[in-house]
Each structure stands twice: as C-alpha cells, then as structure tokens.
C-alpha cells in the first residue's frame, strides 16, 4: 500500500504519518509526504521517522498540477490534510482559504481520478456544522459554516462528496471536533496559553469564556483517519470526538493549574467576530460501523501536551518570537487540519 498524505509535516499530518510507519502491520510499503511548509508546516515534525526508507518527503502545493501528475502514479490511497486552517487568520484575509482548501482539494481530487487513486479520505471539521446550543450534529445534519475558514472547508467536503457521486471516486469525508497533543502551532489555543504560561507572561480569553468544545488527543484522531481509510464507506462522512467537552473559560482553568499559574495571568479580549457558542458530534456512527473509541482522557492527554512544551522549547520558540514581547495575541478555540 502507497499511502499520499498531503500536509504531513504538519500536526496532524506528521502524527498519522508517524503512525503508519510504527504500525505493527506490514500493510504500508511507502508514505509519499506533500507539504508546501507554511509557518504551520515543519520538516522538524518528522525528524524522528526520516530515515525510515519508506517515507518520501516532496515540497510542493496541492495546486500544483503537474506536480500531482508527477506523484500520484502508482499511490493506492491519498490522506488529505494539507489546508488552511486558523479561523482568525481567514477572517483577516480569506483568499488564500479558498485558495488551499477549496481549489486545492478539487485539484487533488481531479489527479487522483486521473491516475487511479483507490481511496481518497479527506480530513474536514466539524466547525462546517456551524453553532448548536443544544445536543449534538450528526453526519445528516446540514453544513452551516459561519467563518471563511469553515466555509472553505464546508466547500470542499461537497467537492469531495460530489466527486464519488459523480466520477465514483471511493471517498470519505471525517469531521473531527478540536485536536490538541504535542508538535501544535502555538496560534491554537492549548500550545499558546500553554507556551505563554511557562514563560510567565498573560493569555488572552475571549469574550467571556463560555464558548464550548469537544477536545480530541491527536492520536485518537489519527487512529479515527485510518480507520475510514481501511473500512470507511465510499461516499460517507464520519464524525470523530474526544468525548470531553468544555467552555474555554474550564480549559484556561486546567491549563492554569498546570502550568502552575492562576487567573491573574488571564487578560480578557474583545470577542472574534462570529465566533460560534458551541461546537459538539455525535460520534456514534464510526464508533458503531468501525469501532473507533478515544484512548486518551483529556486530563492525562492535557498533562502530556503541556508537559511537552515545557520540555521542547527548542521547537516552539522560534515560532513565537515574532510575537513576542509586545504583540498582542489572540487565541484560537480552534484546530488544526494540516
């Protein structure tokens, strides 16, 4: 099995792909990694699995036509993960969104009918559902998105979807709630209140904190991929959950404790345009077709991840000095999808 994972030297990317190579099963023969290495992509990421004879590393771009054309003979199954991702960032400017995430994907999706991709799982968010107040989405509900950010993705699920009804394609679309582990960009909320809290200065809450998500160890979301990518159904949407939910005022809470911090360290900000109340999946469905269950309890995931940072600054720092000292930040309750 040839597996293309595009976006795999970002975090989740870099995850999944570390946990092909690892896999007990003699099923993968090679790993083609695509990545364009934005400032969320980083060779650094895979530093641990480079010399593995079955990984192939390409710089390139999922617009790329002739470079599609060039790496697709011959794979089995394309993972993709590659896309923009940051909700602030796609309200500030949302060209390059529909850019990667919807042009992309479709670019992606017309190489590998093309060249005789048998399996093409591609990696959304369950922010496409918009906000819900009460209960919880599952993969009937409609897409609502609210941000350019999950519109773009929204988008580019219905390409994906599209291109099996159309074309026959054996594609499944996963929607997972927020990721967090370690090797995370620290714009997203644990690794910045997290980075910001070891090094002793102020995090910034929005609004008043009642914002609520599910939250996802990244290895869970990983194992998820692969399970729709072994025995997903063609033409199906898979919802994927930690099973912890929390407002992000009882995250801050955690993260304070463990970083050994309290709420003096918190500064509230004026709240994101948009910013939805309330993200929550039923995840009934691939856990009943595929058994998927999460591993990892949100205590003990949270613990490991700040546990990391504290111990790798080497690999965080050079992605926050930009901002730091002086720069105002602003936190994400988002995930990543690179």
Known sequence: MHILVTGGAGFIGSHYVRMLLRARDAGTEAVTVLDKLTYAGNRANLADVAGDERLRFVRGDICDRALLDALLPGVDAVVHLAAESHV????EDS??????????????????????????????????????????????????P????????????????????????????????????????????????????????????????RNVRDWLHVEDHCRAIDLVRRAGRAGEVYNIAGGTELTNAELTERLLAATGADWSSVEPVPDRKGHDLRYSVDWSKIRDELGYRPLHTMDAGLDETVRWYREHPEWWRPLVSRTRPGTTVTASAGHTVS
């Open 146 to 209: 609210n941000s350019p950010y999950s519109a773009s993705k929204a988008s580019s699920d219905l390409l994906a979807l599209a291109c099996h009804r159309t074309h026959g394609l054996d594609v499944s679309v996963t929607r997972c709630s927020n990721n967090y582990g370690p090797m995370q960009h620290p714009e997203k909320v644990i690794p910045l209140f997290a980075t910001r809290l070891l090094d002793g200065l102020p995090v910034p809450l929005y609004g008043d904190g």
């Open 95 to 144: 060209a390059v969104f529909l850019r990667t995430n919807v042009i992309g994907t479709q670019t992606l999706l017309d190489a590998s009918l093309r060249h005789g991709v048998r399996k093409f799982v591609h990696v959304s968010t369950d922010e496409v559902y918009g906000s819900i107040e009460h209960g919880a989405w599952d993969e009937t509900c409609p897409v609502l």
């Open 88 to 91: 602030d960032r796609s309200i």
